[in-house]
């Protein structure tokens, strides 16, 4: 495994590191690109840096809205829950950076209209960062002109930036705009504005960044808005910080003409008095980034652009005309360039802080000195072809190697170190003292970083192959996206480890006839586990411990919060939420009856949103009805009744059990869902032999799964 230096900020625990991590893995839609030259952009990665190192207090004043999160799963899920959460993201190392060049070294499966060895401008936090190497998605790269010199190019994000903020204020040849804030982006909006024909004043208290304005195409300059005309301006641009205040707004308006615009592209609250606004009916905009396209997960992670002849300008197109206008010489960055400093002395550079009149600072990369990237190479370029072939995925195991059946320590490779795994299932598995944490993988290497970290000597990783072929770890636990699930499990299970894979187990026909094909290559003591970890409660033993026998009727109701629309899961690759979640309550309501499903049905209501109702029949002639939908109101998730001949329970979010009209369980402050107690007989189980206590196994969660999805209808 090759590993890198990235410069990380740990908000856990206040400081900004140049720390070392692993090689990123390009996924298909990705390419992996070597950095030469970055840029620090002083007004946003100072003020991140200064956020990572500021006392929770003052993090939380900063961000009701997250507080207002911390406090809604303080009631919904209790402290030790919730605080676990927050410890996990805290503990996260985040990364800086978000305009860089670079050279590619390899290429996804699908990352078409890129060859090795090509120079790329790379955009976008977490794409673009100060690292010795950057996972790009293909719409976050773009070509850079032969004309261009490297140190030029790696300002093409920021242009973009000022592209975009351009564009939202429809400025066009012989304007007349003011730009507010000569600050780094502010400086871009004036070459870029001169570059398009219009004709701009500066409104900037400093003399020497005023002046610096006016020597590179703003045509006057006023020390501050009160001395800027009225009534006099197309567009105002916003460039200065303006959070808690409206005197800003109220200036440009005041400057905007009849039916002018103002175009935030700072970090400014939209709060103004009403008067002026409604008087000239002045439009507001807001710019969100570089362009269309960005915080778009199908634009960003997978590779789809948007039609030409509906959305003109996106990121990648920005990042194209300002590396253009470069080409031609109507843009040049090289006067925003106020320090050069080396790669290995940016952690340095972030703790001194901006001096007054920093603008931009270029930081240069070693090549030379650089570790060669070895995480899985490329297979040979064909002589006659540009481009490279796709790159192996993760999880090819080459043997099978047979499993530890007793072993303890139970040694782990942790696959997917998400938010799930790392608050929900780590601190169980950190308190268990047979079981050993190994490595940790991650596609990005960060969050597995910040696993690995609670376990000291810990690996961090960004292959899964790596797990697979180390002979040091018996047991794998894959908490990965779901569409990963299937061939993941299929691969451990083939190198002889022990699995514990997150629910579903499959999302298509064919993955789970991948499952089916590798028992047969299976170790007879290789033990398997799906994370129902509901059955595993201590509601759920009392409640079976109660059911009579004969027929039963189940009537679980699910009432989920719904989800961002940029959320991985509304991704339809990964089969949607319902497909991912709905075997849990299945499972559960199996567990209890304990007779084999019938037959399994489902009504949609709404597929798109996933609300459903599901039926299963049980051959004892009992029956489950599931009604699974999203709602905004403060009410259970989870209410699950039982009713048979002289019986009735009911099971109310994990909190409260009640037999036959009588409370038997309650809990006032966390919700018991089993993940405890199913960890510590997964591990057990490992420790000291025997798939029987795991039941059901591999064959029987096949068959599930295959009954949900024919009902599903997919």
């Not at 992996?32 to 500021?54: D, K, N």
Request: net charge positive.
């Amino acid at each position: 495994m090759a590993e890198m230096k990235a410069l990380l900020r740990f908000p856990g625990e206040r400081k900004v590191v140049l720390a070392d991590c692993p090689v990123p893995i390009p996924g298909d839609h990705d390419i992996l690109v070597q950095t030469c030259f970055s840029v620090i952009s002083p007004g946003t990665e100072f003020t991140q840096a200064r956020q990572a190192t500021a006392p929770l207090w003052q993090k939380a004043w900063q961000r009701p809205d997250l507080v207002a999160l911390t406090l809604k799963s303080l009631a919904t899920s209790g402290a030790k829950a919730t605080a676990s959460r927050v410890t996990n993201q805290l503990g996260r190392p985040m990364p800086l950076g978000y305009s860089a060049i670079g050279r590619i070294e390899r290429i996804g499966a699908k990352a078409d209209g890129f060859y090795l060895g090509q120079r790329v401008a790379i955009a976008g936090m977490g794409h673009a960062s100060h690292a010795q190497w950057n996972r790009v998605p293909v719409n976050m790269a773009c070509p850079v002109p032969d004309s261009v010199p490297d140190h030029k190019a790696a300002f093409a994000t920021l242009y973009a930036l000022a592209l975009h903020g351009l564009r939202q204020g429809q400025t066009t040849i012989g304007d007349k705009i003011a730009i507010i804030g000569a600050g780094l982006i502010g400086q871009l909006l004036v070459q870029t504005a001169h570059a398009s024909g219009a004709h701009t004043t500066i409104i900037e208290p400093n003399p020497l960044r005023r002046q610096l304005a006016q020597e590179n195409g703003a045509h006057g300059g006023v020390d501050h808005c009160r001395h800027a005309p009225d009534n006099s301006f197309d567009a105002v641009y916003i460039c200065a910080a303006a959070r808690g205040m409206h005197a800003l707004i109220d200036q440009a308006a005041r400057m905007c003409r009849d039916r002018g615009t103002i175009i935030c592209v700072g970090d400014v609250n939209i709060s103004a008095h009403r008067k002026t606004l409604y008087d000239k009916e002045i439009s507001i905009h807001q710019v969100r980034s570089y362009g269309p396209g960005r915080y778009d997960p199908a634009y960003e992670e997978l590779g789809h652009d948007y039609p030409l002849g509906y959305v003109r300008w996106t990121i990648k197109r920005n990042m194209q005309a300002a590396l253009d206008l470069m080409a031609d010489g109507k843009l040049d960055p090289s006067p925003l360039i106020t320090s050069k400093i080396a790669f290995a002395d940016i952690a340095n550079h972030f703790a001194k802080g901006p001096s007054q009149n920093q603008l931009a600072t270029l930081v240069s990369y070693d090549i030379a000195s650089q570790p060669t990237e070895q995480a899985t190479p490329t297979p040979p370029t064909p002589p006659n072809d540009s481009r490279v072939r796709s790159i192996p995925k993760p999880g090819q195991p080459s043997k099978q190697q047979p499993p530890i059946r007793k072993a303890s320590p139970v040694t782990f490779g942790l696959i997917g170190t998400g938010n799930y795994l790392g608050s929900q299932l780590v601190p169980y598995l950190k308190n268990c003292s047979n079981a050993d944490i190994v490595a940790c993988c991650s596609r990005d290497g960060l969050s597995a970083m910040a696993v690995a970290r609670k376990f000291g000597n810990a690996r961090t990783l960004t292959s899964a192959n790596e797990i697979f072929e180390n002979p040091a770890i018996n047991s794998v636990m894959i908490a990965t996206r779901h569409d990963s699930h299937a061939a993941l499990a299929a691969d451990a299970l083939k190198s002889g480890k022990h699995v514990w894979l997150e629910k579903p187990v499959a999302i298509t026909r064919d993955e789970l006839a991948l499952l089916h094909d590798c028992q047969s290559a299976m170790a007879p003591d290789a033990i398997f586990m799906i994370g129902h970890n509901r059955r595993y409660a201590a509601m759920t033993a009392k409640l079976k411990d109660a059911l009579p026998d004969g027929p039963k009727h189940f009537r679980y109701r699910v009432r989920v919060t719904p989800l961002a629309d940029r959320h991985w899961l509304n991704n339809p690759e990964q089969g949607g939420r319902t497909i991912g979640e709905i075997t849990h309550f299945i499972d559960l309501i199996a567990n209890l009856n304990r007779t084999e499903i019938s037959d399994i049905r489902c009504q949609w209501l709404d597929r798109k949103a996933g609300d459903s109702i599901w039926t299963i029949r049980f051959e004892d002639g009992s029956q489950g009805d599931i009604s699974y939908q999203h709602s905004t109101r403060r009410e259970p998730k989870e209410i699950l009744q039982i009713d048979a001949p002289g019986f009735d329970a009911q099971l109310t979010d994990w909190r409260k059990l009640s037999i036959n009209g009588r409370t038997v369980m309650r809990t006032y402050f966390s919700q018991d869902k089993g993940q405890r107690s199913a960890i510590e007989t997964f591990v057990d189980a490992i420790a000291s032999g025997g798939q029987d206590r795991l039941m059901p196994g591999l064959e029987d969660e096949i068959k599930l799964m295959a009954l949900v999805i024919n009902a599903a209808g997919y």
